[in-house]
T-cell receptor
């Protein structure tokens, strides 16, 4: 009964191109969504978030898109850089409850 | 401190022993969370402390797991009679309020290996 799903365990992209990481969720009560980035041997770090009242939020090279009817969100990174290579976690929250995380997608940006 | 501090960073223990994992949250953060990440899995919620409210223990996998938060600051996660399936990275995070908009700040985790 995984509520947040990241169906692609890994993704490989060439430097300078766009990286698109996808996330699906099942709980229609989720009202806030976040992306975290994790390097090996470090804790996850917050990247970008979006409220359910919006469909897009942009911060520099990172943009998150939310499609509520499809219960789908995506993170776009453009242009991708080698330093973006990490595991990306999608997370969601209902009200003030603790975040529910997906299993992560490992992004490799190839120079 | 500047960030969330966890200790030890690595712990190897024998099956059946008890372990204690420590978390020092960011000063002033009212909320504190424990998650764990088993191999190939996502972050699994364990327990959540918010101010002086009763903790949300709904994620604790068994009664061998317990946690406390003293003085609204430092937290200790205790696992009694450890089992091999307890092997994972245990992550602590803290936040101001619910931390939803700004996210949680995570520590680097404690890697627990039960042999």
């Amino acid at each position: 009964d995984q509520q947040v799903k990241q169906n692609s365990p890994s993704l490989s992209v060439q430097e300078g191109r766009i990286s698109i990481l996808n996330c699906d969720y099942t709980n229609s009560m989720f009202d806030y969504f976040l992306w975290y980035k994790k390097y090996p041997a470090e804790g996850p770090t917050f990247l970008i978030s979006i409220s359910s009242i919006k469909d897009k939020n942009e911060d520099g090279r990172f943009t998150v898109f939310l499609n509520k009817s499809a219960k789908h969100l995506s993170l776009h990174i453009v242009p991708s850089q080698p330093g973006d290579s990490a595991v990306y976690f999608c997370a969601a929250s209902e009200g003030n409850t603790p975040l529910v995380f997906g299993k992560g997608t490992r992004l490799s940006v190839i120079a | 401190g500047a960030g969330v501090s966890q200790s030890p960073s690595n712990k190897v223990t024998e099956k059946g022993k008890d372990v204690e994992l420590r978390c020092d949250p960011i000063s002033g953060h009212t909320a504190l969370y424990w998650y764990r990440q088993s191999l190939g899995q996502g972050l699994e919620f364990l327990i959540y402390f918010q101010g002086n409210s009763a903790p949300d223990k709904s994620g604790l996998p068994s009664d061998r797991f317990s946690a406390e938060r003293t003085g609204g600051s430092v937290s200790t996660l205790t696992i009694q009679r450890t089992q091999q399936e307890d092997s994972a990275v245990y992550l602590c995070a803290s936040s101001l309020g619910t931390g939803i908009e700004g996210g949680y700040t995570f520590g680097s985790g404690t890697r627990l290996t039960v042999v």
